[in-house]
């Protein structure tokens, strides 16, 4: 009898009980004081900005990753060695600093670079010259996660594509298929199964990250959050609020890809 | 009439840290091979391991490449620098040790996916051929299946299918009953001795004796690289020349 119980209570997941309880209580917390329900009002304008920087950066970044992990995994020398120079250069780089760096150096340099492109149809006066703020923060900060978060997944690409078993490789040559027959019809479907926890990870990962574009100005939870706990000195209530925001989108999906992963497993196992 | 497959002076080295090399060693595993496969004939490669068996195997259709040496399927070179290597892998199917069946795709899929990427050839015409080729190895009830719900004998039959379905003019079998369980080799076997009695060119390399006595024409004997000796099944085995050959033939009977 003892023993039973002590199985049942060792099944459950504490540490979600736990989370679960202190969303309940915060919950039940915000309700019955006011100035809480304000906050809550208040940060969950930048809900929208948090959640289109994170899912645009990273439908973005899965391409540019994409791209650059089928580089460097390339047969072609060239290719290699660029995509792994990049890979290691942003990679080498605190996000908050590729963020600064886009945002204040990139931006002024892709004006410029735009202008040079286009200066007979400005010339010509068809069109209004580039300036930096053609580029809103936002943009800036989207532009500068992608290219983050492309190196990253960059690497779980790599990995998933020498993850498939050399033989299939050899299998769809031996049947007359080309080199890129073979890596688009056999390598990648199943690199990309094997890696498909890893690459939703990435976007919480992002979600959580997306909090930085807030040094730029831009409206997201974190940076509305600031605001107005420096104006009220509300800075418990409102950072609770903050940290609720991000618990409930961070643990909800990464709940989502422990089932992913639970059914991949069992898939492979079958 | 010339033969169908044309293997002259084959020469292939593995530096380190290639296959089985100590630091520095090179390793030749092919060493000057010289070989003529007739068109529907069976010829049945032994050998040690390391005797360079499957590389010669996977020479014919390029999954290697030479240092020197020429070989030809037909009037295609394969050696050349600009060989036609789709065409040279459509002449010549290769069935593998570890099956390596797509693992993402169905059975039927397995085998229809080369006719129509590399054919062009209608999907519901590769379906129909395919459905015909699974039904010939006896995989008819499988054909939704995923490789990894199938045994390891179906997975095998399915491969060879697969190999069936470019309706290629030789096969090249590596290997193709040593990841088998025992009871399941004989499945496998059938569908190869009825190959060769249908009149296929195979090049096979395999220690079964069954299948030696029931459907070669010919066994060769290699070792070290070198083509050792060479000639009918009962001869081999039974009164072999070479010393290397009868040290060989007694491990494995």
């Not at chain 1, 990870?201 to 959580?208: H, L, M, S």
């Not at chain 2, 080799?185 to 190959?195: A, N, Q």
């Amino acid at each position: 009898m003892k023993n039973k119980v002590a199985a049942a209570l060792g099944g459950v997941p504490w540490w979600l009980v736990l989370l679960i309880g202190l969303g309940v209580i915060s919950v039940g917390t915000a309700l019955a004081d006011a100035s809480y329900r304000v906050i809550f009002g208040a940060v969950a304008k930048g809900f929208g900005v948090t959640m289109t920087v994170a899912v645009v950066s990273y439908a973005a970044s899965l391409f540019l990753g994409l791209a650059l992990g089928l580089a460097r995994a390339s047969r072609l020398r060239p290719l290699r060695e660029a995509s792994t120079f990049y890979i290691e250069l942003v990679r080498g780089l605190p996000m908050l600093v590729i963020l600064y760096y886009i945002a204040f150096v990139g931006a002024p340099a892709l004006a410029g670079a735009l202008n040079a492109l286009m200066s007979p149809l400005i010339r010509l006066g068809a069109m209004e010259p580039f300036q930096s703020r053609s580029f809103s923060f936002a943009t800036r900060a989207v532009l500068a996660l992608t290219l983050g978060y492309a190196a990253f997944i960059a690497e779980i690409f790599r990995a998933g594509i020498e993850s498939v078993d050399r033989g299939q490789v050899e299998a769809a040559y031996a049947l007359g298929m080309s080199h890129s027959q073979a890596t688009f019809r056999i390598v990648l479907p199943q690199a990309v199964r094997n890696v498909l926890p890893a690459l939703a990870n990435e976007f919480v990962a992002i979600i959580k990250d997306s909090a930085l574009v807030s040094v730029l100005g831009v409206q997201d939870i974190t940076q509305i959050g600031k605001v107005y706990a420096a104006s009220t000195f509300k800075f418990f209530e409102t950072y609770n609020v903050v940290a609720f925001f991000y618990l409930c989108l961070t643990v909800s999906l990464s709940m989502l890809v422990r089932a992913l992963e639970r059914r991949l497993g069992r898939e492979a196992r079958r | 009439m010339s033969a169908f497959i044309r293997i002259r002076d084959a020469v292939k080295t593995f530096g380190s840290p290639g296959k089985g090399a100590r630091p520095g060693e090179v390793v030749r595993a092919l060493d000057g091979v010289t070989l003529d496969v007739d068109r529907g004939e069976v010829v049945l490669v032994i050998g040690p391991s390391g005797s360079g068996k499957s590389t010669l195997l996977r020479a014919v259709n390029r999954l290697e490449r030479l240092d020197s040496g020429e070989i030809w399927i037909g009037e295609d070179s394969v050696t050349a620098r600009r060989a036609d290597l789709r065409r040279i892998r459509e002449d010549a199917g290769m069935v593998f040790q570890s099956f390596n069946l797509f693992a993402h795709l169905s059975i039927l899929e397995n085998v229809s996916l080369a006719p129509r990427l590399v054919r062009k050839t209608p999907a519901a015409r590769a379906r129909d051929e395919a459905a015909a080729l699974l039904d010939r190895v006896g995989l008819s009830d499988k054909l939704d299946r995923l490789p990894r719900q199938l045994s390891g004998g179906q997975q095998q039959r399915a491969a060879i299918a697969r190999a069936l379905a470019m309706s290629p003019k030789a096969l090249l079998f590596d290997e193709p009953t040593s990841a088998l369980d025992p009871e399941m080799i004989k499945e496998v076997l059938d569908v190869m001795t009825g190959l060769a009695d249908e009149g296929m060119t195979m090049m096979v390399v395999s220690h079964e004796m069954g299948f030696a006595r029931a459907a070669a024409d010919r066994v060769v004997f290699m070792d070290r690289g070198k083509i050792v000796e060479q000639g009918s099944p009962d001869r081999i085995f039974t009164e072999p020349k070479e010393e290397r050959t009868r040290d060989f033939i007694r491990h494995i009977l």
